[in-house]
């Protein structure tokens, strides 16, 4: 098994019995720097007009951008929590799947910025959103 594979696994296992099981939000690429993922657009994500929540589009955003930080640190020593999270949303989707590419631009001792980038399904920009994340020491 590649270490993509097995990056892919864990993150699977981490997902499980959590909102990120319940919207559906699949983690399909781990690289240096980086996490993509996918969230269906259906009623798990809808706001009540039928286009795609702008808070579902953040829970996918975050959660790449806190796996990407979880994958940059030794877990056994170091915990990562989110501090700040912005988003733009840009255009509405109504059915579908969207994609979202989470890259580092930040990767600090005590701190890390990730920006996440969420298309649709022609690859126009639904949301762009940043995300500081604290790196803390386990007690």
Not at 6 to 20: C, G
Not at 62 to 78: C, M, N, R, W, Y
Not at 90 to 115: C, D, F, M, P
């Amino acid at each position: 098994m590649d270490k993509n594979n097995s990056t892919l696994e864990r993150v699977k296992e981490w997902n499980k019995n959590t909102m990120v099981e319940h919207l559906g939000i699949e983690v399909t690429e781990a690289g240096e720097g980086y996490l993509i993922g996918k969230m269906p657009v259906d009623f798990r994500t809808h706001q009540p007009m039928g286009l795609l929540h702008g808070g579902a589009s953040v829970v996918l955003a975050e959660t790449l951008a806190s796996i990407g930080a979880a994958l940059q640190v030794d877990l056994t020593k170091k915990a990562c929590v989110g501090l700040e999270i912005n988003a733009n949303h840009i255009r509405g989707v109504k059915e579908g799947w969207v994609y979202g590419k989470a890259t580092v631009l930040h990767n600090g001792r005590s701190t890390q910025v990730w920006e996440t980038k969420i298309t649709n399904e022609a690859g126009d920009l639904v949301c762009i959103s940043r995300m500081t994340v604290a790196v803390i020491d386990k007690k």
